[in-house]
């Protein structure tokens, strides 16, 4: 594989690029998807999703391209905010899969970069980069959800040490990560929001005990995670002891902005669903009528809609996106961004089940297609997208309050 110069001109720089992906780009991965949660998460509980996916981390790593914008210095691309837009864009028009996907590059690398001290940005940013270490989020817990600041897991100072004790939930792949950015109390004094701390935590720390939640599905996505007794180092906290609040918002913010441009990006799916499209399925499935066009005015209105609905997201994604200044956190905007997304994303897979009709609650045996198979569990996930990350009701009431101005209620 061959590097680049990388020209100053961000449109030179897409020639570039196009001619790289060409060459470099391994063909089953065309056309799939282009989304930061679906691809290789890296860690060393994690495998790749194909050789392929390898290979194609395997060529990006050396130009720093799992983490295009962030500094050299950890190993990344250091590319300009134009540049690594560019980076971005060529991916999606391809639907090619980001070289590396997780926690790691758009959650907690981010909030590092800003909040966190030298000695945690050298110790953690190479090994996100490379995909050395996977993450957990540890925010919820029962009683601590939407409240999220009525958080009880306690972190006891003992010299360099925090004791951390309590219980996290709804741990997306706990079982899978290597370390836990995880919310903690560390004092009980003041608001509820003043005594809690933003502390890293690694998986294999003695005390940690991870236990699947089987869902109805038969899936086990979530985690249950105890900590007894777990030693901490104080080094390990990001930010400020005790203030830790304004940093598991800041981070909050970016994971909401990442989930509305994966969707933007056309979401997460698997791969029966690749090549999904609402109007195919309904043109199969209902036909032409005498006029030519779809037999079914409702749905035909609902996919336009649901198609616009769409672009409009796009938009909205890209405005934000130029609008945010290189390093800062994306602020109240990304509620937005979370609540239309999420919506729109669950409008959508709605719609196909009511196209796809008895077909689409297909779950098992031989009388379903895959893609049907795949559709049902699909539009069962989108559920979980207006509750993950704050739920709809919690990000309209930041966008009531934050960016509307509008008086808090009871
Ligand atoms: C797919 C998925 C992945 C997740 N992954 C993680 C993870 O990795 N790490 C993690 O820490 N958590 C994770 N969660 C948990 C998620 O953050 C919580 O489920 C979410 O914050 C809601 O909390 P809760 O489930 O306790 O519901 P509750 O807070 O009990 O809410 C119940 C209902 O009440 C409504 N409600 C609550 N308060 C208000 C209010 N003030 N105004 C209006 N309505 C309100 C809510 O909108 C909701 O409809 C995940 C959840 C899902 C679905």
């Known amino acids: 594989m061959s590097a680049w110069s990388v020209p100053d001109d961000p449109e030179e720089f897409r020639a570039v690029l196009g001619l790289w992906l060409e060459q470099n780009a391994p063909r089953s991965l065309w056309n799939t998807v282009s989304t930061p949660f679906q691809g290789h998460w890296g860690g060393t509980r ?26 050299e210095k950890y190993g990344a691309a250091g590319l300009s905010t134009a540049h690594a837009r560019v980076w971005a864009q060529e991916l999606q028009s391809r639907e090619l899969p980001l070289p590396l996907v997780g926690f790691g590059l758009v959650m907690i690398g981010p909030i590092l970069l800003s909040e966190g001290s030298e000695e945690l940005k050298d110790e953690h940013l190479p090994k996100i980069v ?5 993450w957990c989020q540890g925010y919820s817990e029962p009683g601590a959800g939407s409240d999220l600041a009525a958080l009880r897991t306690r972190a006891e100072r003992d010299g360099d040490h925090f004791v951390v004790s309590g219980q996290k939930v709804w741990t997306s792949h706990a079982e899978r990560a290597d370390w836990i950015f995880c919310l903690v109390r560390t004092s009980t004094e003041g608001r509820k929001q003043a005594g809690i701390s933003f502390l890293l935590i690694d998986m294999t ?20 995670v105890f900590f007894e ?3 901490v180092p104080v080094a390990n906290v990001v930010g400020d002891i005790d203030n ?3 940093v598991a918002k800041a981070l909050l ?48 209105d609902e996919i336009i809609a649901s198609e616009m609905d769409m672009a409009v997201m796009k938009l909205a994604v890209r405005q934000a996106n130029e609008r945010l200044k290189a390093g800062a956190h994306p602020g109240s905007v990304s509620s937005v961004l979370k609540l239309a997304g999420t919506e729109l994303n669950q409008r959508r897979w709605e719609l196909a089940g009511r196209i796809g009709g008895l077909d689409a609650t297909g779950w098992d045996g031989p009388e379903f297609i895959p893609r049907d198979k795949a559709l049902s569990r699909h539009l069962l996930r ?18 009531a309050t934050a960016i509307l101005k509008l008086p808090k209620g009871p």
């Open 229 to 231: 007794d777990v030693r």
């Open 130 to 134: 490379q995909g050395h270490i996977r």
């Open 244 to 246: 830790g609040w304004r």
């Open 253 to 300: 913010q970016h994971e909401r902005t990442v989930v509305g441009e994966s969707i933007a990006a056309g979401g997460a799916r698997p791969p029966e669903l690749n090549d999904y499209t609402l109007r195919q399925h309904a043109l199969e499935l209902i036909g032409l009528g005498p006029d030519g066009r779809l037999d079914d005015a409702g749905i035909r």
């Open 46 to 71: 994690t495998p790749f999703p194909s050789d392929d996916h390898r290979l194609w981390y395997e060529r990006c790593l050396p130009l720093g391209l799992t983490a295009p914008s962030w500094p």
């Open 205 to 224: 720390s003695p005390g940690i005990t991870v236990q699947p939640i089987q869902l109805i599905s038969g899936a086990s996505p979530f985690c249950e």
């Open 382 to 399: 989108s559920r979980g997208n207006t509750i993950e990350g704050g739920t709809s009701e919690v990000q309209k009431n930041i966008v």
